[in-house]
């Protein structure tokens, strides 16, 4: 049986975006990366992966709604049917948000609402907590906001450095991320509608 077809929207490295790639048992296809940065080292792994590239750069056009509806474009001819933003240091505005309600999903390197934005382990790390974590969400048109489908925690050890919290955490990451795709997939649960 064919699997549904899945996008990633990721500007970096792209580790989440790997392990879904490695995850034998993913319940999609990882059919297109979508990229925002033409220097992202993510390109380079998609293509080795054989996954489609779509990679663009968002000053070139005119404004946000345009370049939305060019990615729209590439995603529909995919038959993308889920979006998943692994690292995407972007904020998607209501062209895309709307053409696909309630099937975008984020993930981000703490227990939010605790540190949202950018660098949210050094923010984490900085403040002192003696615990955060990893958060996957559906997106809605705030940063870092959005139904939170599922948490996981990682305890900060005394002897911790930022770095060292930040290897733990993505570890997280690679598991947490597909399991929860796996399972929003199969459920095909749909936000806001139940
Ligand atoms: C991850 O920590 C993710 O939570 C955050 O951006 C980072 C992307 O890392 N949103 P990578 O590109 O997947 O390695």
């Not at 059919?31 to 990679?55: H, R, W, Y």
């Not at 889920?82 to 690292?87: K, N, S, V």
Request: aromatic residues 8%; negative net charge.
């Amino acid at each position: 049986m064919n699997k549904v077809k899945a996008a990633v929207f990721a500007s970096g490295t792209g580790s989440n975006f790997e392990a879904m790639m490695n995850c034998k048992e993913l319940a999609c296809e990882i059919v297109l990366l979508v990229c925002d940065n033409p220097g992202a080292s993510v390109i380079e792994k998609a293509t080795d992966f054989g996954v489609q590239t779509f990679v663009l750069n968002p000053k070139a056009f005119k404004d946000k709604h345009v370049y939305e509806t060019e990615v729209l474009q590439v995603v529909r001819e995919s038959e993308v049917e889920w979006i998943f933003l692994a690292g995407f240091m972007r904020l998607v505005g209501p062209t895309l948000l709307n053409a696909y309600q309630g099937k975008i999903l984020n993930i981000h390197p703490s227990l939010l609402p605790a540190f949202p934005g950018k660098d949210a382990i050094g923010q984490a790390y900085r403040a002192g907590v003696e615990v955060t974590g990893v958060t996957v969400h559906y997106i809605d048109e705030g940063m870092d906001t959005g139904p939170i489908i599922a948490q996981k925690q990682v305890e900060v050890l005394p002897e911790d450095t930022e770095e060292t919290l930040k290897y733990r955490i993505q570890k997280v990451e690679h598991e947490l991320y597909p399991e929860v795709i796996n399972q929003v997939v199969r459920m095909k649960r749909l936000w806001p509608v139940e």
